[in-house]
């Protein structure tokens, strides 16, 4: 058995009082065993995107960089895997909602940078949303999976969350574990269990989703639900951590029994990809298996 | 508002004694007001694939037939669309798992064939499963909608509906309402509201799933759950039906709403199928959306 963690904390304005945050809850989480452990999107700043201030842009840094380098050296001492997003400035003068895996001997791993970027118009809604589009370019690194040491794990970022496909290519590409670092609100409470168990379902793997909790400290008056999430392949859910104050979802996950579950639902062996077509904005019926690359995983 | 049903009603060896139950069924339904019905999985048989028999092939019949004329003029008579999943012999001499759409005039408006074909070894299982891969080949339509004088719809059978990338590709096709009928039992009774909610709510449809119920009498010891639900694009149960008895699911959908959801969630207007290869076998990134042909639907 393998133990996890999702790792939500209250922000802050301050980066500083963040880090400190994220490093004290971390310490606990693997204090109590916790081999991976998730922080939320954007873990080091409050969650900045409801206003478009071009201030905020220097925010931004490296991945890698310094904040991963401090959670890396953190990971290391710890001996645990580390998922750490943050505000990503690329060296072409983009900018990417990205996630980084750091590892347990302390090294950069990989990183997912967030594929859809949301932007909800404020009028339509009764509390702050986030126009992200203004900050974040959509990902251009499709949906890897990381090979840690303790798993083999996949990321999708908040709002990714919506998007059945992109869960799916993660349970192609072989994820055992999906991570979801969220920062999303009460208004959106109701669909939270309800997506991550349906992704643990149809790709039968386990999925940790980790969301900010409460009102940034300085920041808008944004209240983040919490109720970080752990959720087995059966859509059972295992832990779940407050909705209102700083906690760490914690439970024990067997990912030995992934490949017999597989085997029994046949949920991978009886897809018809000649006839998704359209996901990919083909006609159905025009890709055929027999053009098939192989691909990473273990369907 | 529309209305609409999900008919169930427990199965008879007879398949006499089935039609006159759907017939009976679907008359109250229309007279409660239901413009659309849909009647469940192989609705004028009992389950026989829990057994690999030979002669239950005999059962099978063209589509459009005898059994899709009969329901054709009931929906006629009754001025409804109505969906009626058969055991179909194509001319060619394969075999189907299909489900026919039949006017309010009467006519014949299109078919469905079954895409994704469950078999799980029964000696895995507490109760009866069904071999299907022993009668049904995998379907060879893709997932068209159909443009009823009520609503665009589209239609996923059973095990299809395990498959997120079949309610997607309906979702893209334009689908404002997916139809599901199921042959399901009370061992996965625990995926039925999750799997039909997720779907309504990441593609912005309703969903009306129309399971068996009970036993059939005469045939196996199979105890199909009911339930059958009809859920709102915001993953809201509207309705549902008994999980033991004859029953009606019915519930009044508004159309109307769905574009102005579609617009305020984005989930159409920010997906990445340049990123989603994988789903069609292809390498994430080697699709990209300059080489699109249009589709139908409303994104």
Redo the contacts between chains.
């Keep these: 058995m393998l133990r996890i963690a999702g790792v939500q904390f209250i922000g802050h304005a301050d980066r500083a009082v963040n880090l400190a945050s994220a490093e004290r809850m971390v310490r606990e989480a693997a204090a109590r065993g916790a081999r991976i452990a998730c922080l939320p999107e954007l873990f080091n700043t409050m969650y900045f995107c409801v206003e478009t201030k071009p201030e905020y842009f220097d925010w931004a840094e490296p991945v890698p960089g310094p904040t991963t380098e401090r959670m890396g050296a953190l990971a290391g001492e710890l001996g645990i895997v580390l998922i750490a997003p943050v505000f990503e400035k690329a060296p072409d003068g983009r900018y990417f909602n990205t996630a980084a895996v750091l590892g347990p001997d302390g090294g950069f791993i990989g990183k997912y940078r967030k594929?859809?970027?949301?932007?909800?118009d404020a009028s339509?809604s009764p509390e702050p949303r986030g126009n992200e589009k203004y900050y974040f370019t959509?990902?251009d690194l499709?949906?890897p999976t990381f090979d840690t040491p303790f798993a083999r794990i996949g990321i999708l970022i908040c709002?990714d969350r919506?998007?059945?496909?992109?869960?799916?290519?993660l349970g192609?590409?072989g994820a055992e574990i999906l991570f979801v670092p969220t920062a999303t609100t009460r208004m959106t409470r109701?669909?939270w269990d309800?997506?991550l168990?349906?992704h643990a379902?149809?790709n039968a793997y386990y999925v940790c989703g980790v969301n900010k909790v409460g009102v940034d400290v300085g920041g808008s008056k944004r209240d983040h639900h919490g109720n970080s999430m752990i959720v087995s392949p059966?859509?059972e859910v295992l832990a779940e951590a407050s909705a209102t104050a700083d906690d760490i979802a914690l439970a024990d996950v067997d990912l030995s029994a992934l490949p017999a579950l597989r085997s029994?639902?046949?949920?991978y062996r009886?897809?018809?990809?000649?006839?998704?077509?359209?996901?990919?904005?083909?006609?159905?019926?025009t890709?055929h298996?027999a053009?098939?690359?192989q691909?990473a995983g273990t369907r």
């Design positions: 594929s859809s970027i949301p932007f909800m339509r959509p990902g499709g949906f709002y919506h998007f059945p496909e992109a869960a799916r290519v192609l590409g109701y669909l309800v997506e168990r349906a379902i149809a059966k859509g029994l639902w046949g949920y009886d897809r018809r990809p000649d006839k998704y077509g359209p996901v990919v904005d083909l006609p159905s019926g890709v298996p053009s098939a690359t691909l």
